[in-house]
């Protein structure tokens, strides 16, 4: 019992030395803390202090982030399994349980924040560039399921939280998990191909992308409607200053922002229980996202400071627990390979015909590049971006795309995942 006291204090409080190491080098925060929790994740599950199971425990797991007590209790007595994988069953549904806590209890305080007059406001044809975007990750992740769905286990699944990558990042594919009951190394195969393939691709973009698309893009035109874009600037900075988590007065904000998180969690909760077992999450997932919209439209929620970084905290937990359960030693398969194909599909393929659309529909070249960026690694890549193009005006674009991906992502991902077989 001591030891998964323990356990769940590290991971609770492990975050604290990312955002650490993140805000002492500049190196890792251009890296970004939600990679970094991945790889020291990766690093705590495959060193041998997290025991994952004998093969028959894994086998009889099917899937499942563990076996129930009364279950696990049978197969020992049969003589199936040994009792020395009891420790590994008791990490496997401690893991399961602060994963299911802490992704509805995180997306609603992702969305408080939300400011649609605003952004509606200002963020201009950057719209136009979001859907043209969002039509063409669809047209091509059900393209990529056709192709790869005899060769990737799940591939509806995939799909699924493909679409949720593409429109909000890691809020959203955690949640898409949870919603669509994805297997852990699934989504770890995943989200781990994401993260290779993706390192390759914000490094394209911030270098040789402005210069090739202004091609085939027209110029951005500056608009005549005065920005504070200083402002801006620092708004979209502060999207992962976690030091604001340790000002005067942020406890009290913070806990503002996780009763309020916990008020509609529960509400949804409540409304799951109408439905079956296997849809409670789903509906879960739904009910706060559009809780965490409607919230964001009242002043008192919308005016809590940090409730934003204090659902990116717990993003950090989540990045960190589910990286510790890969057994990194089951990864290199052929199945793998296949997810990574998948993966590289989408997001060259849905790049590609993002930029065709955008050539026919005169989308300019910055408000092409900021959505793409938004959508794909989410608000906290938006100032790097916008830094490289030279052009602090379309921040507040970016902003709102990614913001907005947070908050349709789910909707999108989750019906696709449901739909696709």
């Not at 009763?259 to 009910?287: K, R």
């Not at 393929?349 to 005169?362: D, E, K, M, N, T």
């Amino acid at each position: 019992m001591i030891k998964i006291i323990l356990l769940v204090f590290i991971y609770l409080v492990f975050p604290v030395a990312v955002i650490f190491i993140c805000r002492r080098w500049s190196f890792f925060s251009r890296i970004g803390t939600i990679v970094i929790a991945y790889a020291f994740g990766l690093l705590f599950g495959n060193i041998g202090i997290l025991p994952h199971g004998s093969e028959d425990y894994i086998r009889y797991k099917e899937g499942r982030a563990a076996i129930p007590p009364a279950e696990f209790n049978i197969l020992v007595e049969q003589g199936t399994i040994s009792e020395d994988d009891s420790f590994a069953n008791q990490i496997a549904r401690t893991q399961d349980l602060i994963m299911t806590v802490v992704i509805p209890l995180a997306l609603p305080m992702l969305l408080f924040s939300l400011n649609i007059r605003k952004w509606f406001r200002y963020a201009g044809t950057g719209f136009l560039s979001m859907i043209l975007a969002l039509v063409s990750v669809v047209i091509v992740v059900i393209a990529g399921y056709y192709i790869f769905r005899g060769s990737v286990h799940d591939s509806g699944k995939v799909a699924g939280m493909l679409v949720g990558i593409y429109t909000g990042g890691t809020p959203n594919v955690a949640s898409i998990k949870a919603a669509l009951n994805v297997d852990n190394e699934l989504f770890l195969m995943t989200h781990t191909s994401d993260l290779v393939i993706g390192a390759v691709v914000i490094i394209f973009l911030i270098t040789l992308a402005p210069r090739l698309f202004s091609y085939f893009l027209p110029a951005f035109r500056h608009k005549g409607t005065r920005l504070d874009t200083d402002e801006l600037a620092r708004e979209a900075e502060s999207v992962e200053d976690y030091g604001r988590l340790t000002s005067r007065g942020a406890f009290k904000n913070i806990m503002k922002s996780i009763g309020a998180g916990f008020i509609i969690f529960a509400i949804a909760g409540g409304i799951s229980l109408l439905g079956s077992s296997e849809s409670q999450m789903m509906i879960v997932i739904l009910v706060v996202t559009t809780l965490g919209i409607l919230a964001s439209l009242i002043p008192a929620v919308n005016r809590i400071d940090n409730s934003f970084q204090t659902g990116m905290y717990l993003i950090l937990i989540f990045s960190f627990v589910v990286s510790s359960m890969a057994d990194l030693s089951r990864f290199f398969t052929i199945e793998y390979v296949n997810i990574i194909l998948f993966v590289a599909f989408v997001v060259f393929g849905s790049l590609i015909l993002h930029l065709i659309l955008s050539a026919i529909f005169r989308v300019n070249v910055d408000d092409f590049l900021i959505t793409t960026t938004a959508l794909v690694y989410s608000p906290p890549f938006v100032p790097v971006v916008a830094g490289a193009l030279k052009n602090k005006e379309i921040i507040i674009t970016g902003l709102t795309v990614g913001v907005i991906g947070y908050a349709i992502g789910n909707y999108i991902g989750i019906s696709l995942g449901g739909l696709l077989p």
